[in-house]
């Protein structure tokens, strides 16, 4: 074989194995997030007819941070939004009716630095709704009309839908909970 032809075979050799390394890191380096629902029932309530809570966890899983800033509700043929998280407004020194009531102090207060979750690498955050809490997350009104969510999903800064594993079945299940009255007869 003749040296030119060797080296510019070993070049193309070494760049192939060049493209295969930079296109597995920029896979690994994504932003990648996990998230999925768990009903768990809290027997320090009721311990005969315990309420369920609804758990939604995300973790990521990714290299890169994520900014994850609300919960989307679902309903047939609506969807609305929650902030992932509501300011603190003892850490922010603000009066909570000077927030509502001023609109500079309304948009500083929940601008996306107060109300989104940043995670970073291999980091968890979760949400609990306790059946009074998730009776108020899951209906809203829209034009007179009541809208129940029948999905959830969570959304980053970039507008990117995660979906939420086993969230329908275990919406399902909140809706099917009705506490035992127990009737005192004396």
Known sequence: ??????????????????????????????????????????????????PPVLYIKIVNTGLRPIILTSIKKIAKNSSWGNALRYPDYDQLNVNASDAIRDPETRRSVFSIKNTSVVLKE????????????????????????????????????????IKIKDIKKNIEAMYQYKPNKKINKD
């Open 122 to 161: 291999s980091e968890y955050f979760e949400v609990s709704y306790g059946i009074d809490d998730f009776q108020h997350e899951v209906r809203s009104f829209f034009n007179n009309e009541l809208h129940e969510a029948t999905s959830m999903q969570i959304e980053d800064v970039l507008g990117t839908k």
């Open 1 to 50: 074989m003749q040296t030119p032809l060797l080296i510019s075979i070993i070049a193309v050799f070494i760049s192939a194995i060049s493209a295969a390394v930079t296109i597995f890191n920029i896979y690994r380096d994504r932003a990648n997030v996990i998230s999925w629902s768990e009903i768990v029932y809290d027997m320090s309530q009721d311990p005969d007819d315990p």
